[in-house]
């Protein structure tokens, strides 16, 4: 993922549990094919799922799942769950994203990855999804992906 997410995967945690679920881990399950393909801009297949399970030792629980369309343009959607034990990851993520451009009104917190607005960061609750999308203009697309994404977490 990136360097600010990774900052997390390094701090120790009091427990080796996965991140407390309710079934709903799999970030294919947060958008569906039509709003995938109204972000991308073209018709994209069935959501794939990227990756999965725990990351050891961190109590996080981690998802991904793309979106593609034939000329290779695609949304990324990753869904992050923290455990009571990765509290200290969860707070030191929140921290980072209060430094960067905030996308108000998404979640308990949002914000953006970099100036070029191609990554969307959204935490609510013990859940951050990050939504990626490689295009110009991709902030409209995102923010709206992402409403569309928070209706359905649990």
């Known amino acids: 993922m990136r360097i600010t997410l990774l900052i997390l995967l390094l701090l120790p945690t009091t427990a080796a ?3 407390a679920g309710d079934g709903n881990g799999n970030a294919c399950a947060l958008v569906t094919r039509d ?7 073209a018709a994209v297949g ?3 799922l990227t990756s999965g399970g725990s990351m050891a030792g961190a109590g996080i629980d981690v998802s991904g799942c793309a979106f593609a ?3 290779r343009k695609e949304l990324k959607v990753s869904l992050w769950r923290f455990s009571p034990s990765a509290k200290q990851s969860l707070d030191i993520y929140r921290g980072l994203c209060t430094k960067k451009e905030q996308a108000p009104g998404l ?4 914000c953006w990855y970099n100036e070029r607005h191609h990554e969307l960061q959204v935490l609510k609750g013990t859940s951050l999804m990050i939504f990626e999308l490689d295009r110009q203009p ?6 709206t992906v992402a409403k569309q994404a928070l209706a359905r977490l649990k």
């Open 17 to 19: 549990r996965a991140a």
């Open 35 to 41: 709003e995938a393909t109204a972000a991308v801009g």
């Open 46 to 48: 069935e959501g794939k």
């Open 69 to 71: 369309s034939a000329s």
């Open 107 to 110: 979640g308990d917190i949002a």
């Open 138 to 143: 991709a902030s409209e697309a995102l923010v």
